[in-house]
Each structure stands twice: as C-alpha cells, then as structure tokens.
C-alpha cells in the first residue's frame, strides 16, 4: 500500500511556473510508476504526465509536452512535476498516482490502471 499527498499548488500568472510535488508512504515507492493527472471543472480527469520506478522512462500529454517535466527521487519517496510556461488551460486539480509497474508503458494514461491516489492540489492560472 501507499499513501500519496500532493503539494505546491497555487495561483500563478500566464507563463509563470509552479512545482508540484507528491510524497508517498511505505517502503516500496520504488515498485511503483507514477503518474500525474489532472481535472478542470466539468472535465474528465486527464493524464499529464508518467514516470516509470527507476526515472528511466517518461511519457507526457502533447499538451504538456516541452512545459512540464516529471521526476521522482525514490530515496525521498517523491515524485514531483515542473510546470513552465503555464496556460490558463492548466488551470485544474492535479492529482498524483501510483500504479504497479506491469504494464506501465501500455497503461501509463488510463486512471483507471493506477490503484492510489492523492487527494489533488488546485493549480490556477490567470490571464
């Protein structure tokens, strides 16, 4: 199991940054990709970004591609999202999750495939 609290959320002008992170309980972080997503009202939750449990390997929407860059320290037992560039678009929760890495590379942005989460911090852009 593990437990999953998002942090760094706040309210940023058009094209400012913001770094999100999500530290995560119990000893096997390490076993698990993560992910990012995040929801605007009205909208479905959506995929942001993925990181596989050594950092090897990355995947992100085309939406943040180039803008955002996600990461993880296992010896810290957190995973974190650099957000540059930011649009009014971004404005949403960003939620953080983990899935168990069978699989990953073919399930890395379907939510449904991640089995924890976290309780999500709002991101506001202003124009």
């Known amino acids: 199991q593990v437990q999953l609290v998002e942090s760094g959320g706040g309210l940023v002008q058009t094209g400012g940054s913001l770094r999100l992170s999500c530290a995560a309980s119990g000893r096997t972080f390490s076993s698990y990709a993560m992910g990012w997503f995040r929801q605007a009202p009205g909208k479905e939750r959506e995929f942001a970004a993925a990181i596989s449990w050594s950092g090897s390997t990355t995947y992100y929407a085309d939406s943040v591609k180039g803008r955002f860059t996600i990461s993880r320290d296992n010896a810290k037992n957190t995973v974190s999202l650099q957000m540059n560039g930011l649009k009014p678009e971004d404005t949403a929760v960003y939620y953080c999750?983990?899935?168990?890495?069978?699989?990953?590379?073919?399930?890395?942005?379907?939510?449904?495939?991640?089995?924890?989460w976290g309780q999500g911090t709002q991101v506001t852009v202003s124009s």
């Open positions: 999750a983990a899935m168990t890495n069978a699989g990953f590379s073919g399930s890395y942005s379907k939510p449904n495939k991640y089995g924890y």
